[in-house]
C-alpha cells in the first residue's frame, strides 16, 4: 500500500515537473531558476554524494562476528589466564564465581527452559558461542571497553566456557575452536523473519 | 451504573473538565466547576490534594515580563513533569529513562522527554569528524558526511518509537502500582525527518545476494543488530531531526536509524555503519536479550514489528477521582503495523466497550490520542481501552497474552491495562 502511495506521489511530482518544463518555455525569460523536466528516472535520481572507503578507515572498526566465524581475529587464549582476567575485570559486576550482580549471571543456570522460571543463560540459553566474544571484545568491562586484546578475550571465552562446562579447561581456544562450539541451546530458536 | 457517554455531552453541557496529573501535582486547570464536572484530583508528590486558586492573581499584568530566551524551556511550574530514571548503579549510562505519558497530552512527545534505553551511555560525537560507511556486500562502499547527506532529498514522518522491553512489569505475577510512564513509558512519539536509506544503498550496490545488514552505534556499547535488507529499502530513515530541530544527543546525535512500527533496540542511536551480509550476526541483543522465551522451551528470534497497544493515561494510577460526576477519559494508541482503525474503551472490566473519539490525523506507525465522556456513578469500576490497527491486529487480553506466551516472554508485552477505579476515588492497577 505505502509503495502504491510513493508510486503515485512520484507520478505527481512528475506531472508537476512537467508542467513546470511547460511554463517555463512559455516564460522563459523569467524562469532560468525553475526546476528543469526531468527527461528520465534516472537524471531525478539525487546527486551522489557518498566518497570511496579507504581500507584503513574500516579497518578501526570493530569486527562483527558472525555464527560462522566470520570476523574472528586472530589469536589463543587459555582458560587458567581468563580466570586471573576475569576476577580483575569482571568480577565485580558479574560476581566473583560469575554468578551475577549488578550485571547478569555468566556461569550457571539450570534447565530446563519451559520450566515457569527458566534460567536464561549463558549456558541453558545463548545459542553461539561467537556472539560472547563478539561481546566482549566490543563493549566490555563498560568503564572501559575495546581495551582487551584478542589474546585476551579468547582467554576470557575460554574461562566462561569451561566453567559452564562446555569447554575443556586446559585447551587453547583461537577462532576454529570457538566458532565449532555448539551451544546447547542452539536449535531453540523461532525466527519470526524471514 | 457508570456509563460512557456521547463526546458531545461536554459541548451540550458547556462543562470544562479538569485534569491534574500525578508527577505535576498541578493545580486543577479549571475555574468554574459545576457538580457535573468534578474535578480529577492529584495526589500531588506530598499527597495532598491542591485546592483550585479561587481568584486569578492578575498581579502580572503590572509587572515587566521577563526578557526573551535563546531556547525555551517548560515553566518554571512544571519542573516536576521529568523523566524518571533507572539505571545500573554500576554502569550509570546503562538503563532506562521513562517518558511520563500521566503528565502529557495529544500525540507529541516533547524532545527533551522521549524516552531513553543506553547500554553504556550517551555518546559526544563530533560533528564534523562524522562518517556514516555502507561496506561488506556491495558494490561500492561508501562513506558519507553530515553535509554530503543533508543533499538528499528528506523526509519527514510522524512515529512513535518504542522499546521492546516496554511494560514488562505486565509479566510480573502481582499487578505493579507505579505511575502509568513509570510501567509503560519506554514509547514516545516524534517527527523524525532523514534520508530515505534506499537513495543510499542504490548508490553503493548492494549485492543481490546479501539479505541483511549489521547497524551499528558510536556508542561504547558498540551496540549492534541484524536489520533485513528489505526493510530498510521498505521505509527506513536516517534521521538527522527530531521534531524539526537536529537530533538531541540522548536520541542518537547525528544520526539515527529510524524503522517505523519496529521494535527501539533495532533504531540504532548514533548509527555510524551499515555492513550488508548474508547472515545475522546473532548480537548479544538479539539472542540473549530482546528474544521472547516462550511456555514451550522455545524462544522467538527476530519478532521486528511492534504490536497493537493502547492505554488510559487518564485516570491512572496514582490520580483519584473527585466527586462522581462526568469525567474525560483519555488515553494513547498505536500499533507497528499500521495506523489505528478503532479505540474501545470499557468501565466494566472488559464485559462492555464503547467506541472512544480518535483525534486525527491519524497516521501510519503513530500515536493516536483518544477520548471517551465517562459517567461515574460513584460505584468501583475497571476502567479499559483496547485497539484494533487497519490491518486487522487487535490487543490482546493480559489473559490471553499469558496463555499464548507465558510468563517468561519479557518483551513484547501488549496486553490490555486496566485501572480499578475504588469508591473512593483511588486508582489502583488491576489484573481484569
Given amino acids: 500500500m505505502e509503495r502504491y502511495v510513493m508510486f503515485m506521489l512520484k507520478r505527481a511530482q512528475s506531472v508537476l515537473f512537467t508542467q513546470a518544463f511547460f511554463a517555463s518555455l512559455l516564460f522563459s525569460a523569467a524562469s532560468l531558476t525553475a526546476i528543469p523536466a526531468q527527461a528520465d528516472s534516472a537524471a531525478s535520481r539525487p546527486t551522489p554524494m557518498g566518497k570511496p572507503v579507504d581500507a584503513g578507515s574500516m579497518v578501526q572498526f570493530v569486527p562483527n562476528i558472525f555464527p560462522t566465524g566470520q570476523g574472528l581475529p586472530s589469536g589463543m587464549g587459555l582458560a587458567k589466564n581468563g580466570a586471573v582476567l576475569y576476577q580483575a575485570q569482571c568480577a565485580s559486576c558479574h560476581g566473583r564465581k560469575g554468578e551475577g550482580g549488578t550485571a547478569q549471571e555468566l556461569i550457571g543456570g539450570e534447565g530446563p527452559l519451559n520450566a515457569p522460571d527458566a534460567d536464561k543463560t549463558l549456558r541453558t540459553y545463548w545459542p553461539y558461542a561467537t556472539t560472547l566474544f563478539d561481546t566482549i571484545l566490543r563493549s566490555m568491562p563498560p568503564a572501559t571497553p575495546g581495551h582487551l586484546s584478542h589474546d585476551e578475550v579468547y582467554s576470557l571465552c575460554a574461562y566462561l566456557l569451561s566453567e559452564n562446562g562446555l569447554w575443556a579447561i586446559d585447551q587453547p581456544m583461537g577462532a576454529q575452536e570457538l566458532a565449532a562450539i555448539v551451544m546447547p541451546n542452539r536449535n531453540g530458536f523461532i525466527r519470526k523473519f524471514p | ?432
Fill in chain 2, 1 to 432: 451504573m457508570s456509563t460512557f457517554l456521547d463526546r458531545r455531552v461536554f459541548l451540550e453541557q458547556g462543562l470544562r473538565l479538569s485534569l491534574a496529573t500525578a508527577a505535576a501535582g498541578a493545580l486543577p486547570v479549571s475555574q468554574a466547576q459545576s457538580q457535573d464536572a468534578p474535578p480529577l484530583v492529584s495526589k500531588g508528590v506530598e499527597g495532598i490534594p491542591t485546592e483550585p486558586q479561587a481568584k486569578t492573581d492578575l498581579a502580572s499584568q503590572h509587572r515587566a515580563g521577563q526578557a526573551f530566551s535563546n531556547y525555551g524551556m517548560p515553566s518554571v511550574h512544571e519542573k516536576r513533569v521529568i523523566r524518571l530514571i533507572g539505571s545500573n548503579r554500576m554502569v550509570l549510562g546503562n538503563g532506562v529513562s521513562w517518558t511520563p505519558l500521566e503528565s502529557l497530552e495529544g500525540m507529541v512527545t516533547p524532545t527533551g522527554l522521549h524516552f531513553e534505553r543506553h547500554h553504556n551511555g550517551v555518546p559526544e560525537v563530533e560533528p564534523a569528524r562524522f562518517t556514516f560507511t555502507l561496506h561488506g556486500m556491495v558494490a561500492k562502499p561508501l562513506c558519507f558526511d553530515l553535509a554530503g547527506l543533508l543533499r538528499y532529498p528528506l523526509q519527514s514522518r510522524m512515529l512513535f518509537l518504542e522499546c521492546g522491553g516496554n511494560s514488562n512489569a505486565g509479566w510480573h505475577e502481582e499487578p505493579m502500582q507505579k505511575p502509568v510512564g513509570s510501567f509503560h513509558g519506554l514509547v514516545s512519539c516524534s517527527e523524525w525527518t532523514g534520508v530515505p536509506l534506499s537513495y543510499l544503498l542504490d548508490e553503493a550496490g548492494v549485492n543481490s545476494k546479501a539479505t541483511w545488514a549489521i547497524a551499528e552505534g558510536l556508542d561504547a556499547a558498540a551496540t549492534e543488530v541484524s536489520i533485513p535488507i528489505s526493510k530498510l529499502r521498505e521505509d527506513a530513515l536516517l534521521a538527522l531531526f527530531q521534531n524539526g530541530e537536529r537530533l538531541r544527543a540522548e536520541n542518537g546525535y547525528p544520526l539515527r536509524l529510524v524503522l517505523p512500527g519496529w521494535e527501539g533496540v533495532r533504531q540504532i542511536k548514533w548509527l555510524h555503519r551499515l555492513e550488508f551480509t548474508d547472515q545475522p550476526v546473532m548480537s548479544r541483543n538479539e539472542t540473549g536479550e530482546y528474544t521472547q522465551l516462550l511456555p514451550s522451551g522455545k524462544a522467538e528470534q527476530f519478532d521486528f514489528v511492534m504490536g497493537p497497544k493502547s492505554l488510559i493515561t487518564s485516570p491512572s494510577y496514582g490520580q483519584t477521582l473527585g466527586t462522581r460526576g462526568v469525567f474525560e477519559v483519555r488515553g494513547l494508541a498505536w500499533s507497528g503495523h499500521g495506523a489505528v482503525a478503532k479505540v474501545e474503551v470499557s468501565a466494566d472490566g472488559g464485559k462492555s466497550w464503547s467506541t472512544a473519539h480518535i483525534d486525527g490525523p491519524v497516521m501510519s506507525k503513530c500515536f493516536a490520542r483518544f477520548r471517551a465522556a465517562w459517567k461515574w456513578d460513584g460505584k468501583p469500576a475497571v476502567l479499559q481501552s483496547r485497539v484494533k490497527d487497519d490491518q486487522g491486529n487487535i490487543q490482546p487480553t493480559r489473559a490471553h497474552l499469558v496463555a499464548q506466551r507465558g510468563r517468561n516472554g519479557y518483551f513484547h508485552y501488549n496486553a490490555i491495562v486496566s485501572w480499578a477505579v475504588d469508591s473512593d476515588g483511588t486508582v489502583r492497577h488491576v489484573y481484569a
